[in-house]
């Protein structure tokens, strides 16, 4: 069992940047994939980011470029670097983890493991 912890979200105007972090804890040989969701009111949980165990990413089109996702771990840690805020931005983040290559969490159907999620606004 993976048990998620986010931290790091909060409120930031348009432009500025904000960073996300999620300590996982359990059964962690690291041969999981992780990633980050989120979810606006009304809206559909989407995927943000993903990083698969050696270290190879996905982004949704909406954040490549602006946000910046890695892993440590040795502290069993996955951070989010959000630069470039929008108002769009704004919603509940969860993390996410599988044990299983990076297609695992770019999906929100075939990832298993879930954090409690953490706020972001942006205010324009």
């Known amino acids: 069992q993976l048990q998620l912890v986010e931290s790091g979200g909060g409120s930031a105007q348009a432009g500025g940047s904000l960073r996300l972090s999620c300590e996982a804890s359990?059964?962690?040989?690291?041969?999981?994939?992780m990633g980050w969701f989120r979810q606006a009111p009304d809206k559909e949980r989407e995927v943000v980011a993903a990083?698969?165990?050696?270290?190879?990413?996905s982004y949704a089109d909406a954040v490549k470029g602006r946000f910046t996702a890695s892993r440590d771990k040795k502290k069993n840690t996955l951070y989010l670097e959000m630069d470039s805020l929008k108002p769009e931005d704004t919603g509940m983040y969860y993390c996410?983890?599988?044990?299983?290559?990076?297609?695992?969490?770019?999906?929100?159907?075939?990832?298993?493991?879930w954090g409690q999620g953490t706020q972001v606004t942006v205010s324009s």
């Open positions: 996410a983890a599988e044990f299983g290559p990076l297609r695992f969490c770019v999906s929100s159907s075939l990832v298993g493991y």
């Open positions: 359990g059964y962690t040989y690291n041969n999981h994939c």
């Open positions: 990083i698969d165990s050696d270290g190879s990413t």
